[in-house]
Structures are given as C-alpha cells and as structure tokens.
C-alpha cells in the first residue's frame, strides 16, 4: 500500500504577536485539515503583549494578561516547542535549539534541532547595549516577561528594604532609567505610579516628594526622538509635571 505523505512541517521562531498569531491562523487553516503540521517555538513559556511589560515590571498591572503557551497551543491545536534558537543548518533543513534552564540553572529543555520544511522567524527585536562596558553585567533588561517579573521583584524588594531601613541610612531612592524611547518613557511614567501605590500601601517613607528620583537617560537631543517634535515636546512636559529628571 502506498504511504500516505506526511505533511510539510511549518516551524515559526518566537511567540511574540506575530508569531503567535500566525501560529494560530495557519493551525485553524491548515493544522485542522492535516495539510501542514504548525509548531510554534519560543524561549519563553508564556507571551506577554510587549507593549505593556512597562507595566507589569512597575507591578501596575498584573501578570494575568499573560498567555501560557502550553495551554494556548493545546486549546488552538498547534505544537510548542520551548528552546533558545541558536542557529539553522539549511542543508539538512534543520532550526538548531540551546537548552533552556530555569533562574535557578535546573535544565528545562535540552539542547536539539527541530526539523522544518517551511521556516519562519519572528524573534523580533532586543534593547542594544551598543557594547557599553558594564551595562551587561550591572543593567537590567525589558525585553521579555521573565525580565519584567525580575524587575518587579527586585523593585518591590528596594522598596521594602527601603521602609525597613535595611538599605542604611539611604534616604533617597534613586532610579535610573537607559533609553527614552517608548518602553523608557512609559516605563519611568509607570515608576512613578508605582511609587504612589507603594506609598498607600505602607511604604510610608515614600510619601516624601523628593524620596524617590526617578531619572531617564537619552543621548538624542529629545525624548522619544522617532516620533514629530510636538509628541515629544508635550511628552517632556508631562514628564516634568511627574518629577521625572530627563
Ligand atoms: C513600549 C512599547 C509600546 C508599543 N506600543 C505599541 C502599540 O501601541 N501598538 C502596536 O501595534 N505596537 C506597539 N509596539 C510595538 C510592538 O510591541 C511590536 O511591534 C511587536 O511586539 C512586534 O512583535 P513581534 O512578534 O515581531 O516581536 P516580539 O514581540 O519582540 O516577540 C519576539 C518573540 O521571539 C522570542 N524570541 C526572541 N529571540 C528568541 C530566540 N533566540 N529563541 C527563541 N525565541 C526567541 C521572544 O521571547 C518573543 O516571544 C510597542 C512597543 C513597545 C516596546
């Protein structure tokens, strides 16, 4: 008997929007009929809508909106492959995997390569830190949900150990932000709605105006320098009106 063919395999690399999205359409479109088998890879196991990280990393929206990509893939019928893209061996049609481990280094998924007849590849874009000395090892990113959750925890730790005065004499809290493009300037907005949430919620040394200093840091003569003057112009402005030092 002849056999049936199998049918052509579709890897999509990152489950940011677009490949989540597309992940989805073709499953509905092709996966369901059995005419191409959609396998979704990502580093990560859940997707956050990137436009608001900013917010989850100042803890002012919670990580609810966050898509399990386990459960998406199952519930939309398409496969999930977690791995760090590393490379492809176009001759064997071949996309090369590095393990993943978990922030305590325990392994995840092991290093491997996943066969592809159709390759597409939607890792986005990362924040550049131009090869700066130090930034690597002394910055933190905000480019991922699991850079979002560090930041957050690492925020509401200063805070605590700020009312509890485990951080010395330190009167002030200083926070700096890189890059006064959207996710800088959202973000420095965001910090500064957070620290009148943690104010309210018992961080009462924060209630000072001057307690915390919020400072964003851009080598472009203005603030979101991709967009018309007049944004940015009006953007300032209300950065100033939230004691935001540019
Ligand atoms: C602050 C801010 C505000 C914005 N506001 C808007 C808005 O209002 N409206 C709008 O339409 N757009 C907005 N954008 C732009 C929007 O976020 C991007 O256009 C969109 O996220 C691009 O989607 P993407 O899927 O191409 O990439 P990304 O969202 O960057 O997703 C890439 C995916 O690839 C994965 N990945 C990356 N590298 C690897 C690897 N090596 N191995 C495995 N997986 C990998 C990542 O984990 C991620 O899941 C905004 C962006 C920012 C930063």
Known sequence: MPQAS?????????????????????????GHAGKAEITLVDENLSHMWKPSLHEFAAGTKGFDEEISLLEHSHRNEYNFRLGRFTGIDREKRLVELQAVNDPSNRPLAPKRALPYDILVLAIGSRSNDFGTPGVA???????TPAQAKRLQAE?????????TGALGTTEKLELTIIGAGATGVELAAELREAAGQFARNGIHKVRRPDAVTIRLIEAAPRVLS??????????????????IDV
């Open 226 to 243: 991709a967009l018309p003057e007049t944004i940015s112009a009006k953007v300032a402005r209300h950065l100033r009106e939230l004691h």
């Open 155 to 163: 925020l509401l730790n200063l805070f605590l150990r700020f009312q």
């Open 6 to 30: 199998k049918p052509p395999q579709i890897v999509i690399v990152g489950a940011g929007t677009a490949g989540l999205n597309l992940a989805t359409r073709l499953s509905r479109r092709l």
């Open 137 to 143: 090892e002394n910055c933190m990113m905000l480019d």
